[in-house]
């Protein structure tokens, strides 16, 4: 499949922080989602969800979203499973950094989510460590 979109724009929808302990625990715990919806109204458009839930010595909620327009043929399935793995790629640095720039806020050190690998989304490697729950690619990273 041909993946053909332009990315429009993304915005945070949710945001929670939370200091949880003064004492720093080795790593955080990352769990990460990812999910597609079309559009009702344009659909050409659709949104990327990525959440990501980080707990260790503080409670991290980001809802992230993004907005791509499909410029190819519509094929249902395989257009929401291209959208999820490369707009994943696209989107991901985002809640990345947003998450790294509110944590270092705190006066303590910032929390560096792990990268991901939306291309093998069923495996853990070290380049996903941190995403420990796995189901099917076409609704979770």
Same mark, same amino acid.
């Given at each position: 499949? !041909? +993946?053909?979109?332009?990315? /429009?724009?993304?915005?945070?929808? *949710?945001?929670? =922080? !939370?200091?949880? &302990?003064?004492? *720093?625990? @080795?790593? +955080?715990?990352?769990?990460?989602?990812?999910?597609? &919806? &079309? !559009?009702?109204?344009?659909?050409?458009?659709?949104?990327?969800?990525?959440?990501?839930?980080?707990?260790?010595?503080? %409670?991290?909620?980001?809802?992230?979203?993004?907005?791509?327009?499909?410029?190819?043929? =519509?094929? &249902?399935?395989?257009?929401?499973?291209?959208? /999820?793995?490369?707009?994943?790629?696209?989107? =991901?640095? =985002?809640?990345?950094? +947003?998450?790294?720039?509110?944590?270092?806020?705190?006066?303590?050190?910032?929390?560096?989510?792990?990268?991901?690998?939306?291309?093998? +989304?069923? *495996?853990?490697?070290?380049?996903? @460590?941190?995403?420990?729950? %796995?189901?099917? @690619?076409?609704? %979770?990273?």
């Amino acid at each position: 499949m !041909n +993946a053909s979109f332009d990315f /429009l724009k993304y915005t945070i929808n *949710k945001m929670e =922080y !939370n200091v949880l &302990q003064e004492e *720093k625990k @080795a790593a +955080a715990d990352v769990h990460t989602n990812a999910s597609v &919806q &079309q !559009n009702l109204e344009d659909p050409s458009v659709f949104r990327l969800t990525i959440t990501v839930c980080a707990e260790g010595d503080r %409670h991290i909620f980001l809802e992230v979203f993004g907005f791509f327009k499909w410029r190819g043929e =519509y094929i &249902q399935g395989e257009t929401e499973t291209a959208i /999820l793995t490369f707009g994943t790629t696209i989107l =991901y640095p =985002y809640a990345r950094s +947003a998450i790294s720039s509110i944590s270092i806020m705190d006066g303590g050190d910032p929390l560096i989510i792990p990268t991901i690998n939306p291309f093998n +989304a069923e *495996k853990t490697t070290e380049e996903s @460590a941190g995403i420990e729950d %796995h189901i099917p @690619a076409e609704s %979770h990273i």
